[in-house]
């Protein structure tokens, strides 16, 4: 019977990280060979960076089967540090590489927001900055900068966003719009009890609601609804509408543009202020970016563009309404 034996390193000198690296991709596999073909490497000369890593500890890290290996219990030890490590590693090396490149955009946004704010006015975007690569994600997901490879990120609710740099885009409100057709047939907030009403049940988060009650209750109108075209999504409410299928109660990202266009109409000029909005969001230090700076102030333009749209109507907040 052979017998190893381990000479232990009581100091806190860290093992070379050639060999720390090859024991995080054995571990990650559970396989020499397929660490050793990720690092590009032959499989003895990764079997020999953890015996040397072995040895630096005093302690074997793999029990070696047949076809396969495991941990031991040293081994489990060292396992999670050394994976989160090698990724923070990894994470800060994108982020300096990406601090060099001023001509990609890496962009996340929810999904009603990119089709029914950003899609409509992309072209101009690109038209005006053609050297920037705009990369959109839309997804639901609160993206991670470092790890997702974000550059900026668009997000709707109340903050704060903690260490992270932040900029209000544009105050919110929700009133009532409809195709101009379907206006003629519905004058006033009293005649809206008869209409097709479309519900928009992204926003049943915010509190207070910003709901059909609730309007109702700030134009004097007691009624409470609850029949209708119900939608979980922002964009698939305002295409209804769009479609003339009824009246949605519409959130000013989502319809302006569509008002400020006349495919939509927003006849009854009240509106319910919200104190959730949407910030542009992007990580601290990189808010100069050119890329950056660039998009950041396109948005706030286009904003723009539209705010006869928002003068024209009479905002009430929803804090006042639900307290009456």
């Not at 060099?100 to 929810?110: P, Y």
């Amino acid at each position: 019977m052979s017998v190893k034996v381990y000479l232990t390193d009581m100091s806190d000198r860290l093992p070379p990280l050639t060999a720390l690296r090859a024991f995080e991709a054995a571990a990650r596999h559970m396989s020499f060979a397929q660490a050793a073909a990720e690092l590009h490497v032959t499989p003895a000369a990764l079997s020999y960076q953890i015996k040397s890593l072995e040895e630096h500890l005093g302690a074997p890290l793999f029990i070696r089967l047949n076809r396969a290996v495991e941990l031991t219990e040293a081994g489990r030890a060292l396992a999670p540090g050394t994976s989160e490590a090698f990724q923070t590693l990894s994470n800060a090396w994108r982020s300096t590489k990406r601090l060099q490149d001023n001509t990609t955009l890496n962009v996340t946004a929810g999904p009603a927001f990119t089709a029914k704010w950003m899609a409509p006015r992309l072209y101009e975007f690109a038209r005006a900055h053609p050297d920037i690569d705009l990369r959109f994600s839309a997804a639901l997901r609160i993206m991670d900068f470092d790890r997702d490879e974000v550059d900026v990120a668009i997000r709707f609710g109340y903050g704060p966003d903690h260490g992270l740099w932040s900029e209000p885009l544009s105050s919110e409100w929700f009133t009532p719009v409809m195709t101009p057709e379907l206006a003629e047939q519905f004058p006033t907030p009293e005649s809206l009890i008869n209409a097709p009403l479309i519900f928009d049940e992204s926003t049943s988060f915010l509190r207070p609601q910003c709901d059909w009650q609730t309007w109702f209750r700030a134009v004097g109108v007691d009624h409470n609804p609850s029949h209708g075209l119900h939608f979980s999504g922002a964009d698939h409410a305002v295409d209804a509408a769009l479609a003339g299928v009824g009246v949605v109660l519409g959130r000013r990202a989502m319809v302006i543009k569509d008002i400020f266009d006349g495919r939509l109409v927003a006849p009854y000029g009240v509106a319910l202020g919200t104190k959730a909005h949407f910030r542009f969001i992007c990580r601290l230090g990189t808010e100069q970016r050119p890329q950056i700076v660039a998009f950041r102030d396109w948005m706030l333009a286009e904003i723009a563009k539209t705010i006869s749209v928002h003068q024209a109507l009479t905002v009430v907040p929803v804090e006042e309404v639900a307290s009456a």
